[in-house]
C-alpha cells in the first residue's frame, strides 16, 4: 500500500501536496537557473551543486563594498568584521551537525580537511594499520587514505579494506559492517565512511558504526558530503571522532564554496595531539603578537591554517540562515516524503524500464539513484534535451536530488512526466 493515492498522480494532485508543505515557501529565497532561451530548467542536482540562495548575492556585495570602504580595517570595521567571520557559521554548523559549538568550524575545501583529521587521527602502529571505507568510495577519498598510508610507510593495497556488499548487490547490509569492523579487530586503525554513499544514496547506521569502531579501539571519522543539509545528525552524541563535509551540494554555499569539519571535545585542548599547525590555530589573544610557538585554541578552530575566504564564508551564511529557519527536523520529514513521492511515481509509469536502487526512506537521504535498463547515456541526454538536470553516473546510474529546500511536489510531479515521454 501506498501512502499516495490515485489522484495524486496529477498536476492537482502534486499542487495539493504543495499546498500541505510547511517548507514550500523555501522555493521563493532561491535563483533557478533557466536555458539560454530563458526557459525554466527542473533542477534535480542538488547533490552536486545546490541552487544559489537569493541573499548571496547580497552577502558577498556587501563584503566587497566593505573591502572597498575599508580596505585592511574592513578586519575590524566591517559590518561583519573579518577577523572572526568564520565564527558567523559555528553555530549553525552546530546545529546542522548535533555538536557543541567549540567542536565544529567552518575551514578550507573538503579533501583538504579530510587530510588535516588523518593527520591527527590516524596514527598507524606495525599492528593497527588498516583504514576501512566504502565500497565505490569517491575516488578523491581513496586518494587521500591511500596517500596517507603511503605517507606512514604502508602499502593501501594491505591497509586500506574496502567494505563488502554481497555478490550481486550494490549496497551493503548494515549489519555485515559491524561484522567486518569486529573481524578486522585490532588491525583497524580508522574507519572513514561516507553517512550516504555517494553512488547508490545508501545511508549508513553511524551511531552503530561509532560503537562498533571504539570496541575494536579504532578511530571513526565520516564524511558528511553527502550528509550535511540532508540527513539529521548528532555526531557528539555518537562520538565520531572528527567529521568533514563541503558545503556547496546541500548547503548551497556556491562552488567550491568553504568546507566543515567536526572534532569531538574529547580531543580539544590538547597540545600534543599531531596536527598540521597555521596562525589561524593559535589562540586569538595572542595571535597578533606574532611569536615563534604556536598556542592552540582550545576548539576545532585550533586546526584552522590561514585567515579564511571571506566571500565563501559570506555565500555560506546566506544558505545556513535558511537552514536555521527551516530547521533538519522539518527537511528531512519533507524529504523523505518527497522522494516516496517520486520513487511510487517512477514505479507507477517506468517500472519496465528503470530500477531504484537507492534503499527504502529510513536507509536514505534526498537522493534517488535509478538505474536505467536499456540505452542509459540516451536517456540522460534525452531529459537534458528536455530541460531536465539530473547527473549521470557511468555505466546506468541516474542521480535524482529533490533537494527539499526548493524542490516541489510538482517539480517531481513534471519531472516523472518527462521520464515516461524520454523512455516512450
Ligand atoms: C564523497 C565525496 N568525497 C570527496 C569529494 C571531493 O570534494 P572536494 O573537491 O570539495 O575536496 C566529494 C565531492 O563531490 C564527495 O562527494
Redesign the pocket.
Known amino acids: 500500500m501506498s501512502e499516495f493515492s490515485l489522484q495524486q498522480d496529477s498536476v492537482a494532485g502534486a499542487r495539493t501536496l504543495d499546498q500541505g508543505d510547511s517548507l514550500h515557501q523555501f522555493r521563493q529565497e532561491f535563483v533557478f537557473p533557466k536555458t539560454k532561451a530563458g526557459e525554466n530548467l527542473l533542477y534535480f542536482a542538488g547533490h552536486s551543486l545546490g541552487l544559489m540562495p537569493k541573499k548571496a548575492k547580497e552577502y558577498v556585495n556587501a563584503e566587497l563594498d566593505d573591502w572597498g570602504r575599508h580596505g585592511v580595517e574592513g578586519h575590524f570595521h566591517a559590518k561583519y568584521p573579518w577577523l572572526p567571520y568564520h565564527e558567523n557559521i559555528t553555530e549553525s554548523f552546530a546545529r546542522l551537525v548535533g555538536a557543541k559549538a567549540s567542536e565544529v568550524v567552518a575551514m578550507n ?4 580537511n579530510l587530510h588535516l583529521m588523518m593527520v591527527s587521527f590516524y596514527q598507524p602502529t606495525a599492528k593497527r594499520f588498516k583504514i576501512l571505507i566504502e565500497n565505490n568510495t ?1 575516488p ?2 581513496k586518494y587521500a587514505v591511500d596517500s596517507q598510508a603511503r605517507l606512514h610507510g604502508f602499502d593501501p593495497k594491505e591497509s586500506i579494506v574496502e567494505l563488502k556488499p554481497r555478490p550481486g548487490q550494490i549496497t551493503v547490509a548494515p549489519e555485515d559492517i559491524e561484522e567486518q569492523i569486529r573481524n578486522l579487530g585490532d588491525s583497524l586503525a580508522l574507519i572513514l565512511l ?1 553517512n550516504c554513499n ?1 553512488l547508490s544514496g545508501q545511508c549508513f547506521p553511524f551511531e552503530k558504526i561509532a560503537k562498533a569502531g571504539h570496541a575494536v579501539g579504532a578511530k571513526v571519522g565520516f ?1 558528511l ?2 550528509g550535511a543539509g540532508n540527513l539529521k545528525m548528532n555526531l557528539h552524541e555518537w562520538s565520531a571522532d572528527f567529521a568533514v563535509w ?1 558545503s556547496y ?1 546541500y548547503l548551497n554555499a556556491g562552488p567550491g564554496g568553504i ?1 566543515g569539519a567536526f572534532i569531538h571535545e574529547n580531543h580539544l585542548g590538547k597540545k600534543d595531539i599531531p596536527r598540521f599547525e597555521g596562525w589561524w590555530g593559535h589562540d586569538k589573544t595572542t595571535r597578533f603578537k606574532m611569536g615563534p610557538q604556536f598556542d592552540p585554541l582550545k576548539t576545532a578552530e585550533a586546526w584552522q591554517l590561514s585567515n579564511p575566504p571571506i566571500f565563501q564564508l559570506a555565500s555560506l551564511r546566506a544558505s545556513m540562515e535558511l537552514f536555521d529557519r527551516a530547521t533538519m527536523e522539518e527537511l528531512r520529514k519533507k524529504s523523505d516524503r518527497l522522494s516516496s513521492y517520486l520513487e511510487w511515481l517512477l514505479k507507477k509509469k517506468c517500472q519496465n524500464s528503470l530500477e531504484v536502487v537507492t534503499p527504502a526512506v529510513g536507509s536514505r537521504g534526498a537522493m534517488l539513484c535509478v538505474k536505467a535498463k536499456k540505452n542509459p547515456r540516451q536517456l540522460y541526454e534525452s531529459l537534458k534535451a528536455k530541460n531536465v538536470i539530473v547527473d549521470f553516473r557511468e555505466p546506468d546510474i541516474l542521480r535524482i536530488c529533490p533537494a527539499p529546500l526548493y524542490i516541489s511536489f510538482t517539480d517531481v510531479f513534471q519531472l516523472t512526466e518527462i521520464f515516461q515521454e524520454a523512455l516512450a
Open positions: 575545501t573538503l579533501t583538504v569517491f578523491s577519498d561516507g555517494y564524511n558530503a553527502h563541503c551540494k568546507a
